[in-house]
């Protein structure tokens, strides 16, 4: 590298970090005190170790083994949940009277809470394993199903996320879902309440609001929105119920956009596919977009 | 870390091993025995540096090399995807009759098959690049295609899958496709039959089906669904003819749905964007939406 | 192994090498001088370093070294993205006409003039921040968008994108977007032109044409088409203006496409969700589906 190159790259160095200078949100440069979005990706994938025991291990072990394994692991989410929690708290001013050591006590209680409902959530998984194995025709054995089906794996991330919602964790659970969009293209938000025996097929466009109810046996197809009617509140509308709810027992086909805040859907309706609904549907129907009229050229 | 930390962090871990007892799916612990999805992954990374020999390399050897280098992926290729074999094969219970030592020999056997289809894979990618090519005024250039456009890699990943499907391998298949959906956002099942000259086009969203059939030089689009007509039956239906067949030349526009065993899109038709079409259409026919009616209104 | 698998082995590479002889795309076997995926998708993840200081570090250094950090990652970025660059310059003929030192000039100028644009790609990306966090109602914090939001990571990747586009460099920018496109599920072509305070929502499913002009303060949802209305030229059509043109202050809901090189939704427009638009929308206006005709069934 000749003079002239030196100086040119010092010019560029000098001239991105006198950008940097300004109190802008990009700028932020307080690197100890973020979330670690690597380190919480990190966690997930643990995470799926104890919930699937015997699909997302190292291979590496033996089953006598197991429960050493499963305690390093254990041990592994937990320091590490707590530490990236411990941050989100502190960064986020939810507990602006409690000390650091107040705080990672905190941090860790909510970590207790969250991993004392890791049983539950695999209970919730079961019926969702189970509602894919038998709501598709192309699934050749349930196993198939936890190795190979992105819906489950997005219904595991949500699952765990959710918790720590109701924990009132701030950002970890919104990072957590986004990293199951984008290994999916199936976007739950972690606010969204959701029963069990769901079943999620293809998956790829799904967008589930923050304030949507399903209830259970519910079996969503791709390209479904269950969304707000229009978000020109912008923040106005924070906290707002904006998304419809589901009852039990509703199947809901490719490419339907079921929007409002005030939307039911009730109990053993059918949603066809390409349906636009914003007005509620009562239990027992199959509602399905008229016959859409086709022209037919020749070419 | 103190003593009480210590026993909830050990009540943690028994809980949630007395979670794992019972035989529900989600409880498999039988780790040497399952097929490894870490595994397959890699070898189909190897496998895309054997089927695009100057695309998808390590960069790290000469020209005059490639010989011994492919030689080593080759041979890592079917050492790994033997293995992978051999435990579907078992777990799936696919020949009870057969000891290991036989079972292996079976494994070996459908790897060799396998692996000498890939000429004639290249054979079809080739006609794919030149479609996409053609295809699409975006396109700069043929390496352009293979370096960049998803639709290009999902159906390279199918073309494999498939072959192994024809080949009654289980299970592998499905984890290889859904690797590329994870990827391209396009779900293609390696049960479908796809002729030469297949151009996807952005892609994201594309579902088709287990029993779909395609012909040569069809054209899909982002959103495009090839599905069934409804799933209600379950289990029921595996094997029957639940997707749509479509013939030769057909260009199929965004967010179409064709759905139906029954349904026929004969040669030469073009389905235009947005239509939900559940019965055949004629060939020389372009089929279109009758125009949307809109509503303006001043804002 | 015994002699019989080594027989088998050695005939299946030399079919695998025999196929790599012709002069089809597929067999580019040139290595050393093809660009480099993996080493783009490096560079892609160091600029979002540079980007987003706080938040893509590596959380290993403390604040006072943040200088020296940033001069390593830039000079880094500086090195690998020349080589690419004249990789690509060399291999697509861009100037026969200079010896490789004038082209390795040449590649250091580029390099060179789009590090110099990184300040004001920061500009534009701080008002997309803003208009993320203003338009969504489940955004907790200018923070969570940064560090979860997929849009805006496909829209930091688009704009580094389009300088290099602008810069006249062929393929790595596509590269760099169909990166984006795999990990959110967003299309964006670098061809297509973006103003400040752009704000997609979910996004999974979006498509924008390589010639589609867009104003400021536009907002996009997820499934939106910005596209052509037929490819059926191919490359006929390169370079035409074949996708539309979006004024300012204009929202899209999602699942509309507007197609056509000629279609101009002028500013102030609302286009409703599912909308399927190939004329120009006069300013001011809210265009909608004329509500779907809904058929309901006892079940």
Redesign the interface.
Known sequence: MDRS?KQ??EG??Q??????GDD?????????N????TAIIDVIDKLMK????????D?L???YS??NN??VI??DV?FHLKKQIMIVLR??KKFPELTDAELEDKA?DIT?EF??K??QI?DY??TD??AA??????????????????GLYAISVYRMAHELCLLDV??IP??MT?HA?????I?I?P?ATIGKYFFI??G??I?I??TTIIGEHVKIY??V?L??LS??????????K?HPTIGDNV?IY??A?I?GGETIIED???VG?????TNS??K???????K????????
Chains 1, 2, 3 share one sequence.
């Open positions: 190159d040119r790259i560029i160095v001239r991105i970090l006198d950008d940097f802008r949100a990009i700028n932020k440069t307080d690197l100890c973020e979330p670690d979005k104890i919930l699937y025991p015997g699909y997302y291990s291979k072990y033996k089953i197991l429960k499963m305690s254990i041990e937990i960064y986020c860790m207790y991993m004392d890791i049983p695999r998984l079961e394993i189970q194995f038998d709501g598709d025709p192309a699934a050749g054995s349930k196993d198939e199903v936890i190795l190979s089906y992105p701030p950002m919104r990072i986004e969009h984008s290994v999916t293209g976007d938000h606010g097929d293809h790829t466009g967008v609001g923050e791709q390209g929105t969304g707000g978000t020109q509140g912008g923040q106005k509308l924070k906290g707002a904006r199947t490719s490419g956009s929007l053993n309706v059918v596919g390409n349906t636009f609904i549907v009562e027992d129907t199959r509602v399905t977009a008229k859409q009229e086709l022209q037919y050229k020749n070419n």
